[in-house]
């Protein structure tokens, strides 16, 4: 007979694993959660693939010290109203038998399906348990300060346009195979362009930052191709003029440095160690100029093409 051995690759095998490990962990943090007595909700619901999830993280505290854990997803692809999300939230807490712990918190973003003050999901929650204080989320208060900014804008609204140009060119195979060759050539530290977030817009900051960084090899790809006069020549061509125009230049260099600082304080906004008045002290404290501004090296050393403008 043939031995069969046990080699424990099965897919099946390995999520049931991964299953149990998650049971093991959700009863130590619903452990924690009893022995604090309340606890605070976070969830926000996001598309992932075909089907809708939502996420539900809770707060709680263990002396001293705030903890925030993950505790699932639960799927609200039927129901993504206020009252399908609010028996989302109690059917993640019941899988983690939290249900009864009285909530005192909860956050989310501030679309009117969660933030409605008379039939929102935070308006529900408030039925059942009265001192659950509702919190928009400052990270999402800032990303809807910068969508609103940005969209009144028209420069840096086209420089943002261009910058999404940029990546859907260089994303086709025979055009990223020339980027990347050309910043061997100029010995650039090789780096990837990244597509833009419109729903998350302080992640435009590495977009920016990616441009901005090779500056150099993105001009030098464009006149080659509009040189050449082939398939992409006429958009390298309007990509070129565009970038190596004063406005573009002055827009990535400001948009670098004001989604770098908005970057620096929604990652604080999103530690648990941070509340409402550690992050207003931490806004305020000073910033070092970025050294590439000291030393007036605006766009990453190589200026070929932008030093005709400046």
């Known amino acids: 007979m043939q031995s069969k051995y046990f080699n424990c690759t099965s897919r099946d095998f390995q999520n049931e694993i991964i299953a149990l490990c998650a049971e093991l962990v959700r009863e130590e943090i619903s452990k924690k959660v009893h022995e604090t007595g309340f606890l605070a909700v976070i969830a926000d619901e ?106 009144v804008n028209r420069e840096i609204k086209t420089s943002l346009n261009a910058i999404d140009k940029l990546y859907s060119m260089f994303a086709e195979p025979s055009n990223h195979c020339r980027f990347l060759m050309m910043q061997k050539t100029l010995a650039l530290k090789p780096k990837e362009l990244v597509q833009q977030s419109e729903t998350r817009w302080v992640c435009k900051y590495r977009c920016v930052y990616a441009v901005k960084s090779q500056y150099a090899a993105i001009t030098h790809c464009l006149k080659e191709m509009e040189e050449e006069g082939e398939k992409w020549s006429v958009e390298a061509s309007g990509l070129y003029h565009h970038m190596t125009s004063l406005r573009f230049i002055t827009s990535i260099v400001i948009l670098e440095e004001v989604l770098k600082s908005c970057t620096r304080i929604t990652q604080k906004t999103s530690r648990c160690k941070y509340n409402h008045g550690r992050c207003s002290r931490s806004s305020k404290e000073p910033e070092n100029t970025s050294p590439a501004l000291q030393r007036g090296d605006i766009m990453g050393g190589n200026m070929d093409a932008g030093e005709k403008v400046l």
């Open 46 to 151: 996001a598309k992932s693939s075909k089907t809708e999830q939502l996420c539900v993280c809770i707060r709680y505290t263990e002396g001293l010290q705030i903890k925030e854990r993950f505790i699932c997803f639960v799927d609200c692809s039927n129901s993504r109203d206020a009252a399908g999300i609010v028996s989302g939230i109690k059917e993640g807490l019941q899988s983690c038998g939290l249900k009864d712990i009285p909530i005192i918190a909860q956050a989310y973003d501030g679309a009117s399906v969660m933030s409605g003050h008379l039939s929102g999901v935070q308006q529900r929650i408030k039925e059942e348990f009265p001192f659950a204080v509702y919190v928009h989320c400052m990270a999402h208060k800032l990303n809807l300060v910068l969508v609103e900014s940005c969209t």
